[in-house]
């Protein structure tokens, strides 16, 4: 019965997006329905395999039209789940459904949306089926689609500035990216004549690798690094993030960048089993380095909410490619609670920023703020998402970045390799600089003064706030209780993306693997001893004391909203070197100035980098595919 | 029991109770050397702790402007947050909580009344307010990387071939081998962290986000009655908790067989760094601009700690 689960979910996704189209395009109520009873069941499907795959240890294996392999080779499409896959279907269930439930309100207000929700609805089906697929070409198709519905949804409110361009940088880059992907795909297909991912990993194992094979790794981890928008794949991400509608642009960043990282994981831990080199580490490490850097960077200067928040998603996907290509068990850990924590964290700042687009019609950090006073629960779910992704204790950022330095340090102990170090320190500096950008967020968005015409903002409505209280509950809760976290999520995860025998012998029948001579990797669980949940709550329950105390017992007073035409006690004016009172905003660009002079011809270059011509962004793309390659010719073993 | 001994450690000592009177005291020590240098005679060593009590009793107007929640909450969150960085830290040989890793979660606990004095001063609404915290974040920035680079030196000093990012194994460490400062390898880090302190409490000359002169003490300057006190005795902590974090790191090698004594010998320390690195710089020297101190840090004091970093990588 349970093996049904996951090919249910996503045949229920693709058969959700056909139905919409037919059935609901005039109707807005059997639209809705068909929809969200999808995404629900879908959501209530994949959560079922908790307990047989993550508790119990279990490896689901279906095999489409039950052609299961003949003498040994595997000819049809076969779907497998172990606890990696399981982890990632888990992230792109909860990101659609919330991301559903936040669309229902937000997008009340657009055309077509017969077409939107049927996008919606090709786009989940796609990403969950990209994570749990055991065929390679299977898994192709299935970041085809993904690609393609993404490019639609980008350009799909068409009307405004800058949708189509967006469209056609992401259809130039992504289409690059799928095809470099095929073509690796079609090696391996010419090398091993399977497409099964255990048979593969199987053969190459024995064989060892040859220049063809080494080819088509190189090609694909390319192709799922244009998925994950490492630097320099990047291009496309900001606009497109930027103009896609906001529940979107959480899908994006909460699961259709991990599809890529879930891709990276593995081909290079599952298929090729590449990850015990230290060059192949190195290379994966420094474009991890490089992408964090450039990512924040280019954020501390953006003049827009949604543009800033997808350099963030850049450079937090840098984070999670430099854990996981440290190749140790403590490593792959911290990538894949990085990975998660920024599914939420990033999904519910961009539900904020969907709520401030929402209630005011621009997400302008210039021309907006002191909306905390008009949307005090938007703002607090914000600050909520700002100190989780600055990694401030007790939210998960904090845990999981903890354990990204601890990774690359006692790697570079281990190692002796001061590169390593070196990494650790630009890690660091990377989570000052995104605290900067989010305060400057705080300060021109939600603190400040009201401008005149925001005077009217109203909060959003509670379908689009349930999302977002959910979103920083799991933000709290999962770096509070951490230890359960990782016992039933990430352990079982690391454990399966480092042994592989199991995999292989599910799909392919006991003592295949044994009879080719792969062999299991013993993982111990990541020690994180300090961190002991009832000390933090007590931590909690004192600050929530001590806050209430101060606020309720002091002896406080304030004036009254300012009304026109009313005379209100100067005393609560706020001071202007004892001039009337004017409205004087310090908005996004006028902050951060020193730092700005400073590092002014870094910028420049920067600046120069980011033309906006899509030739350009072909040629990095292109380049960047090269430079791997040699690099794994040179040094690969 | 644990929740007993939990709430006697945040409480009183090393926690809020212990680092507030000492804390206090070190300001009050502060301007008393200043005004000393300056050939005044000073304030008695108790003014620090009779401001406090009077801006206690005195009425908190709330402009309005103002975010009333984040305005009243910041200066508590940051207060709970410095009383919770010194159980991190190793007083004489007395650690609260300890574990593997307590310099990250120190780094990060630091950042926090930053945070807290940056979300304050932006609620309150004010546009002075506004240049304060863009000077605070920015001056944040600055001392983070040479902080970054002394944390990485002193834990590859102190734990060999492993890695130790636990602060119990840094004094474990000196308790064997003598101080770090007394490492030559170690000395550029130990003066990089001395400009670290002042920096990250804010004193003159790095006092650029509270510039009174210019935007008249920036992101506190709606704030009055008990917030704006317990701002103070904020700025009051960290000179305490930072220049403790200095004692820990490269003086904490200093055993007596007593806790007690080794206790008082922490807090000798604290006030000897104290007067070193914050009260003479504040007496000889005048406000930095901006874009000079965040030079100044990334290079210099940066390149200093770096120094140390690859001194020690190379096993000297």
Redo the contacts between chains.
Sequence with gaps: MIQHFPVLAVMLLFLGAFCVEIFGSKNEGIRNTITMLAATIALVLIYALIKPVMIDGEIISYWMGNWAPVSGYAIGIGYEIDALSLFFALLVVTTFWLSGVYSLSYMANDHHLGHYYTLYLMLSGSVLGLVMTGDVFNMFVMVEIMTFASVALTAFRNENEGTLEAGFKYLVIGSMGSSFTLTGIALIYGQCHTLNMAQISAQLSCGGLTPTTVMALALIVAGFGVKSYIVPFHTPAADAYMVAPTSISMIFSGMVNKAGVYGMIRVLYIIFRVMDQSNVQMLIVLFGAVTMFIGVTMALTQHEFKRLLAFHSISQIGYVITAIGLGSALGLTSGLFHAMNHTLFKGLLFLTAGAVLYATGTTNLDKLGGLSKRMPKTTICFLIGAFSISGLPPFNGFVSKWLVYQATYTKAVESGNFVYAIVTVVALVVSVMTLASFIKVTQAVFFGQLPAELKKTKEVPAAMLVPMYIMSALCVLCGIFYPIVNKYLLYPATNAALNVTNYIDKMMGDGYAAGLGVSNIEVAPAAFSFWNPIVWLILFVVIFIAAFIVITGSKSSRGQLLQPGVKYDPKYATFFSGEEELFSQVGGSDLFWGFKTDWKGYYRVLEGLHSGIVTDYAVFTVIATAIITLCMFIFMR | M??LK??FY??IFPGALFTSCFGLFLAGVDRKVVARMQHRIGPPLRQPMYDFFKLLG?????????????F??A???G??SLA?IMLFIPVGGFTA??????M??I???I??PG?AL??GG???????A??G???E??T??AY??PF??VL?AV??KA?G???A?SMEKVAMWQAENGNMLFQWSMIPAAIAMLLVVPAEVGTQPFDVAEAETEI?EGPL??YS???LG?FKLNTAMKMFVMSGLFVSLFLGGIRTGSVLCDIIIFIVLCVVVTIICMSTTHAVTARL???H???FY?TFVAGMALCS??LV?CGL
């Design positions: 644990l929740i939990s709430l945040i409480l005195k009425e908190t107007i709330i402009p309005h402007a103002a975010n009333k929640l984040a009243l909450a200066p508590v969150i207060f709970v919770l909580f300890s574990g593997n890793a307590d990250i979660v780094l990060y606990l950042t926090i945070v940056i979300v932006s609620s309150s609404g004010s546009p002075y506004g240049i915290i863009s000077r974040m920015v944040m920035m983070e990387l970054v680079l990485l834990a590859r734990g071939s492993e890695l990012f008249c300057i709606e009655g008990g917030a317990m601009k901006i874009e101190l965040f030079k990334w970093l690859i990588w």
